[in-house]
């Protein structure tokens, strides 16, 4: 080390400093001796005793590295930085009265300093005073974006760099783990891929400790509303909402969850409140066009959406909307202005893949079937390529519930789970008759609709998650040891998480979700008295059908025509299977069938419903109730012939659909024999 000396120069003096700071990270040990050596040469010199003391603390040891920060401190009084050394010194040195007395005057003098609100809000919260701790710790949130170390890690996230964003939070966190700004971003990277319990955990802790955390607290709503816990994350919501009650967010995510939970009047008044304010968000004018539609009101919902385009001609979802409602006709400007913002060099996949779907049903619509197919097929393919399904996949998950799920497994659990009637399940495709069914049952004196209902996969994922190890097929695995009273509580999970979709006192309730179709077995064993009900489309119909719908979430087999043969293939294949184990279980509803007869097909549908006969039933198309489904403007409309041969239209295009399809569809409506267990 060279010698300072009485004659060293300022730059000399400031270079040594520079170089015992940088070996303070590494080697404490020679900072210290670089530090001694600089204050013999300049005695008090206060930044040289503050990086004594930094390397001491560094060491262990505490006592020196006092004797240096304490007459430190009294002589700097307004020296923020000592301050702070001097309350981590205490903290380390169990003087926690005195270590909260140093943060305070450290945050007193510089607040922008993160890491100091930090501790001193685990310090209040160690000393049994929570509320001023959660003061604290808002204090950190608002500094936060001065850390560097949270800086990085946050540009790390927003260009969705995660394995080096969770790396860089993963060191934060080892170092600070009550720094509730690094929790909700690490909070906000769980999510992200899918790590949604994990998620949950961080965002609850940082509440915890950080009740006043407002960002933190609308990002745990958000998660629940995804993790279809509506009832807690609008209490969440009302929790924000007394505090801040015009936060345009809050309102927002407040009507999305109330129409989750069927509340689309209270829903479309928040919405309408908010455009009120915000006239130019076009995100908002489709969200209200969303709920006006499922709420019946579609010349409404079509005036919100014509809003929406009106400020962003590009947002092709609303295109899209505009043509989900499947009643509606584009004009030749539309097709127009479509196929200009289509020709675009800076569009969005999302906007042109859903462009292509709403072109593909305006042609279709003006009978340009070639025209019509290309943009169907081309929305498609982006579509596929954005998705990750394997149809080998679902085909293994098919064939391994056909051999577990057998007569003598369901005769050894006779008599399990929950009692009660209420459910009645709706399954099979996507575009196969469903929602005419659910429209038709919605529509007796005894029977309530609601929505399509998440809480079958919820309750697969939490079976999944009490899974040991990493079997085959975890879900289904777990479900074979589950005793007949984890049975039972199982079903009375299904009623208790539902019942806030039940608005009404009809003892009866539906839930059509189409690819519940997977979990019969779950269904039958948790509530062996509900009801479930196949609806079934021509196999080229259904299909096609399915291929030309943009689906908001999920359906990911949709998007190729060889993926929807074997799906369909695969679920022929499935409900044949459970029709020979469980006899009788499972009505079907032949879509064909209920066009040509609809009376003697709703008669027998109520009849195995254990319900009698309503006229209601036959003029369903009256029924006023909120349908989300891509059927809703359809089924507000008497049944009609002309939807039965559409795909015939597009037959010259569909051969690798219908050389997917083989024996399914010569068989139709019966089903080929099955092979194999």
Known sequence: MRPVTAATATGTLEQALAHAGRLLAREPGMAE???????????????TL???????????KLE????????????????????????LALTQAGRKEEAIAALRRTVALQPDLPQAWRVLADHLLDAGDPDAAAEAYLGHVRHAATDPRLMAAGAALTDNRIPEAEGLLRQHLREAPTDVVAIRMFAELAARVGRTDEARLLLERCLELAPGFH???????????????????LAE????????????????????????????????????????????NAQVWMSYGHALKTAGFTERAIEAYRRALAILPSFGEVWWSLAN???????????????????????????RLHLDFALGKALEDAREYEASFRHYAAGSARRHGQLHYDPAETHARVEHIRRQYTREFFAERAGSGSQVRDPIFVVGLPRSGSTLIEQILSSHSQVEGTMELPEITSITRLLREQADGDGAMPYHEV?????????????ERYLAHTRIQRKTSAPLFIDKMPNNFMHIGLIHLMLPNATIIDARRHPMACCFSGFKQHFARGQSFSYRLEDLARYYTDYVRL??????????????????????DTEGEVRRLLAHCGLPFEEACLRFFENERPVRTASSEQVRRPIYREGVDQWRHYAPWLGPLEQGLGAVLRAYPGVPEQEGP
């Open 64 to 87: 020196e590295a006092l004797a240096v920060l304490e007459p430190l401190a009294a002589s700097q009084p307004k020296w923020a930085a000592v301050q702070f050394e001097l309350g």
């Open 479 to 491: 479900l074979a040891r589950l005793d007949a009273g984890a049975l039972r509580e199982l079903g």
């Open 50 to 60: 503050q990086l004594l003391a930094a390397a001491r603390v560094a060491q262990g």
């Open 215 to 233: 960002a933190a607290r609308q990002n745990y709503a958000l998660l629940l509303h995804r993790s279809n816990l509506p009832e807690q994350a």
């Open 575 to 596: 409900m044949a299977h459970f029709d020979a184990v469980l006899p009788g279980r499972v009505h079907r509803v032949i879509y064909e069938n209920m066009v040509e």
């Open 237 to 280: 919501l009302e929790l924000l909402l007394a505090a801040e009650p015009r936060h345009p967010a809050h309102r927002n995510l407040k009507a999305v969850v109330l129409c989750r939970t069927g509340d689309y009047h209270t829903a479309i008044e928040l919405y309408a409140e908010l455009l009120a304010e915000y006239p130019d």
């Open 33 to 47: 001796a670089q530090a001694e050596e600089i204050l013999r040469v300049v005695p008090g010199h206060p930044p």
């Open 325 to 351: 409602l499947k009643t509606f006709r584009f004009s030749e400007d539309d097709v127009a202005t479509m196929r200009g913002q289509l020709a675009r060099a800076d569009l969005s996949d999302d906007d």
